[in-house]
């Protein structure tokens, strides 16, 4: 299936500053240039900056994103490990094409991890981390009545960040990052096909279960979102 056309989204990078998708605590000790050239290279495939398919340049990222070659390429190697870059012979990298069969089992994968996660989060977050994953969650409410895009996939990057870290549960969260980027790069191929409002009342219901300490509610919350991921996909799938 061709992919349509691509909206413009800006994603450029300073050495010290990763990209607005991945924010910081405010007091965060100071990161490794390969996690923040991890970052700004993610964001770049994720938001179709970076189509599915194209050639990856190491020098060209560099430059686009102002980090040094060594810390880009350890990234690429990650990157790789992971399925959103493919290492072709003959052909160097590329960025890896959706697979729309199999991001039906990147759902279902995912739906597992986010139960857990929504579940421990629940029962372990600390106050102020059960009022931020409700800050964000209304940012989503708020972004999706007002139609706009990139403000709510912000939102939504900031919730995922601090349900992570408010489950404490560091295997899941490794696991199930990868697969999210799967669902961020699919959804701004066919955001044309998405409901914002839709989305942001589940990510409400997720931030609640997590907000109260429910752990039932939660993990609901999660299965609500993932109930949602895969009826777009499947409107997309079925077209």
Known sequence: MTLPPRRHHSARFSRNEPSHRHPLPAHAPKRRAADVAYDAIETLISTLEMRPGSPVVEAE?????????????????RMVSIGLIEQQPRRGLLVSNIDLADHLDVIQTRRVLEC???????????????????????????????????????????????????????????????LIVQCRRFWYA?????????????????????ATGDEAAAAAGANQLMDYLERFARRIIDQ
């Open 61 to 77: 990222i560099a430059e686009r994103t102002g980090l040094g070659r060594t810390p880009v390429r350890e990234a690429l190697l």
């Open 116 to 178: 857990l996660i929504a579940a421990c989060s629940a029962r372990r977050a600390t106050a102020a981390l059960r009022q931020e994953i409700l800050r964000c969650a209304e940012n989503m409410r708020l972004a999706a009545s007002k139609g706009l895009i990139d403000e709510y996939m912000r939102a939504d990057h900031e919730l995922d960040l601090a349900n992570h870290q408010a489950s404490r549960n560091h295997s899941a969260v490794k696991c199930v990052v990868p």
């Open 190 to 210: 066919y955001q044309h096909e998405g409901e914002l409002a839709e989305g942001a009342r589940a990510h409400m219901a997720l931030a609640e279960g997590i």
